[in-house]
């Protein structure tokens, strides 16, 4: 079965800095790997996702992951980080073991954005 | 489009109580999954339903019941609640062709 490890718990940095936050998974198989970010007091929303194809993906407000098979890598990054991108930031591998599709989640990472 | 919605938002049990978190969603999907959410723990998968009428277990089954009766809703039990069943439980759906799962918005339960 598939683990995720998401390498630091806390990352504090200053706004307008980049930042990178890192997921490793254990296997080298196919897989699909996704970014999920949740603010506070609310539910996960999905930031971006690898599903086949360009290993580069990019989300809406600025975020990138690069799929790395050979290090078994999906590691988020921002060049410039906003007050606004302060929340809690969860890893994602699909896993089919089992004999049913499931989302196998990191622990997550908190990314406090301080002014 | 509600998306999915989890009733009730927050609760508060004795221990041996029971009861049951409602999960909705509107897009027809098929997959519909609940999870519970612990600190520095992320996201672990209690049971899971494939479709109208199906259920199975997932990572940390033990200590809850579901049931899926209608396509739109899957009901998520606690029959008898426990302390260590503290937790923040999502809900999530997802089309079957497609692997992007859509969560609720949670429901935050305390145990005393």
């Known amino acids: 079965a598939q683990s995720v490890t998401q390498l630091d718990s806390q990352v504090p940095v200053f706004e307008e800095a980049p930042v990178e936050l890192r997921c490793n998974y254990s296997?080298?198989?196919?897989?699909?790997l996704f970014w999920y970010v949740q603010y506070p007091n609310q539910g996960l929303q999905l930031l971006l996702k690898?599903?086949?194809?360009?290993?580069l993906v990019e989300s809406i407000n600025g975020f990138e992951a690069e799929f790395n098979k050979s290090q078994t890598s999906f590691h988020l990054r921002k060049p410039s980080v906003h007050i606004s991108d302060t929340a809690e930031y969860f890893c994602?591998?699909?896993?089919?073991?089992?004999?049913?599709?499931?989302?196998?989640f990191g622990a997550g990472t908190r990314l406090a954005v301080h002014p | 489009n509600a998306g999915v919605t989890q009733t009730p938002k927050f609760r508060v049990l004795k221990t041996g109580q029971s009861m049951t978190l409602l999960c909705a969603q509107d897009?027809?999907?098929?997959?519909m999954y609940w999870y519970r959410q612990d600190p520095g723990m992320g996201l672990r998968l209690i049971h899971y339903?494939?479709?109208?009428?199906?259920?199975a277990k997932g990572e940390v089954p033990d200590g809850y019941n579901v049931s899926r009766l209608k396509k739109q809703n899957f009901l998520l039990g606690l029959e008898s609640a426990a302390p260590s069943q503290t937790s923040v439980y999502f809900c999530?759906?997802?089309?079957?062709?497609?692997?992007?799962?859509?969560f609720g918005p949670g429901t935050r339960l305390l145990v005393l």
């Open positions: 994602a591998v699909s896993d089919f073991s089992g004999g049913y599709n499931k989302l196998i």
């Open positions: 999530a759906s997802r089309r079957g062709t497609q692997e992007t799962q859509y």
């Open positions: 339903s494939v479709g109208e009428g199906t259920t």
């Open positions: 296997s080298s198989v196919s897989v699909y």
């Open positions: 897009m027809n999907h098929e997959y």
């Open positions: 690898y599903l086949s194809g360009s290993t």
